[in-house]
């Protein structure tokens, strides 16, 4: 398959799978609902372990997968994750 006709599968703002011309420049895991950048250093340790490419997502920007309900990575995402966690502690809706 040529890269003009390869497609990809990336996770909607309402949660459902679509196809894409374009690949997703953000990852998720659907089981813990977290999503961060594609190099973070604790998604490709657990991705080294096995498992965790079946629970894989990836979305087309940040604000898709915080609208399809995933929290920022506390690893890759230390700020974002911070500005998630203030706003859950003080019981607002998840922004970050």
């Excluded at 372990?49 to 629970?55: F, S």
Aim: glycine share 12%; with cysteine; net charge positive.
């Amino acid at each position: 398959m040529s890269d003009a006709t390869k497609t990809y599968t990336l996770l909607g703002a309402d949660g459902r799978p679509y196809r894409s011309a374009v690949k997703g420049l953000w990852g998720g895991h659907c089981g813990s609902k977290i999503y961060g950048r594609l190099d973070c250093p604790a998604a490709l340790r657990a991705i080294a372990c096995g498992d965790y490419v079946k629970h894989r997502v990836f979305f087309p920007d940040e604000a898709t997968a915080v609208a399809a309900g995933f929290r920022p990575c506390g690893a890759c995402c230390r700020d974002r994750y911070q500005t998630w966690k203030t706003t859950w502690e003080n019981g607002e809706r998840c922004k970050p």
